[in-house]
Each structure stands twice: as structure tokens, then as C-alpha cells.
T-cell receptor, first 115, second 116 residues
């Protein structure tokens, strides 16, 4: 069974640009969550999608957005990039998005560097 | 609100000696608690989870953790460290409630070093 696939693995962007990251969940999983990992703030929840609907959102500015397609693949977009957006972006897939009864599986992440 | 505090940012042990990684939690709901491990350049892997069943939880690779409500703790232990255990470990909490879907709240992490 294939794991969670995130593309691309590495990205370098310039301040002010926008970027789109992609996450393909494990087959059969309908929930995809996104996290930002930085040395200073650690791992922080961005948002969660289930069956193409955003059910939950963390405390990030509106520049961070996402969507989910009918095949459960998800994308997240960051517009007007800032230096502070440099981070490892992780996506997690699970069957139902309820971590107390289903395991969340993480991808290897996309390393975004903003210069 | 939920939060976790990992009491040590770095722990160093010798191979073959016990491992103890400490975690305290705060939760206004009955929490679910997890330990995840992150090896360099790899994704996060679930080691074990507590979801209100047995308070002593056994995980993969010989790790276990005990949920102590009176102490609000969920410390991770292993009797004998291996070199391959060197990684960063995250204590994680999730509330079992509507509006918490997909939202895992991570501690700051503890880097475990294992000396030969």
C-alpha cells in the first residue's frame, strides 16, 4: 500500500510569490490535514479537509489556503510569500480525520525556502 | 484548550540503558495522547496512542507510555536504548470533540541521542 506522497520535496521561492504544494493520501483515506514545522514554532496545524470540505482550521493568516479534490488529493497554497513562511510542510492522511480512533499517517513533507 | 509540554528538549543516553522522555499535558476534554517519532529526512511515525482504554500503552520498537491522570503526564519509556532510536520524539494531544478533526497538537519535541 503506497504511503502519503507529497510533491515537490523541495522548493525555493522569492518573497511575494505564491506556491502550491500537493499531497496524495493513502488510498481510501478521506481526511487530509496540513501542518507547518519550523524550528521556532514547532509543528502547527494549518487545516483539515474531509470529502472536499474544510472542517477545521488553525490560526494562520488568510494567505494560507487549501482545497481537496474528489479523489481526496489535497493542495495547499500560500500567496504573497514571506521569509517567515520558510518551513517544512507536512501532510497527514487518515480514514476519518478523528485521531482518537484512526491513525494519521504523515508524508515526508515539502521543504519550502523563501529567499 | 489542549496543550502538551515536553520537559526536556534534548536527552542523551548510552546504548543499552533505559530511555525516559517526559511529557505533561493539559486538556479541558478527555484527551487522546500520542507519541510520534521523526527520523532525519523522514516523515512522522506513530509510536503509540492512548484513547481511554488501558493506562499503560505499548507501542512499536519496545516503547511504552503510562497515562497518569492525577499527574497529567504521559511519559515515554524504553528499557534498553538502541542506536536506531536516535531521533526526535513528539508528545501529541487531541481532544475527542467536534471541531478537533485532524487537529493534532504537538509538543516542541525531544531530541534523543544514543551514545555507543
Amino acid at each position: 500500500k503506497a504511503g502519503v506522497t507529497q510533491t515537490p520535496r523541495y522548493l525555493i521561492k522569492t518573497r511575494g510569490q505564491q506556491v502550491t504544494l500537493s499531497c496524495s493520501p493513502i488510498s481510501g483515506h478521506r481526511s487530509v490535514s496540513w501542518y507547518q514545522q519550523t524550528p521556532g514554532q514547532g509543528l502547527q496545524f494549518l487545516f483539515e479537509y474531509f470529502s472536499e470540505t474544510q472542517r477545521n482550521k488553525g490560526n494562520f493568516p488568510g494567505r494560507f489556503s487549501g482545497r481537496q479534490f474528489s479523489n481526496s488529493r489535497s493542495e495547499m497554497n500560500v500567496s504573497t510569500l514571506e521569509l517567515g513562511d520558510s518551513a517544512l510542510y507536512l501532510c497527514a492522511s487518515s480514514y476519518s480525520g478523528t485521531p482518537w480512533n484512526t491513525e494519521a499517517f504523515f508524508g515526508q513533507g515539502t521543504r519550502l525556502t523563501v529567499v | 484548550a489542549q496543550s502538551v509540554t515536553q520537559l526536556d528538549s534534548h536527552v542523551s543516553v548510552s546504548e543499552g540503558t533505559p530511555v525516559l522522555l517526559r511529557c505533561n499535558y493539559s486538556s479541558s476534554y478527555s484527551p487522546s495522547l500520542f507519541w510520534y517519532v521523526q527520523h532525519p529526512n523522514k516523515g512522522l511515525q506513530l509510536l503509540l496512542k492512548y484513547t481511554s482504554a488501558a493506562t499503560l500503552v505499548k507501542g512499536i520498537n519496545g516503547f511504552e507510555a503510562e497515562f497518569k491522570k492525577s499527574e497529567t503526564s504521559f511519559h515515554l519509556t524504553k528499557p534498553s536504548a538502541h542506536m536506531s532510536d536516535a531521533a526526535e520524539y513528539f508528545c501529541v494531544v487531541s481532544a475527542r470533540s467536534e471541531g478537533s478533526q485532524g487537529n493534532l497538537i504537538f509538543g516542541k519535541g525531544t531530541k534523543l541521542s544514543v551514545k555507543p
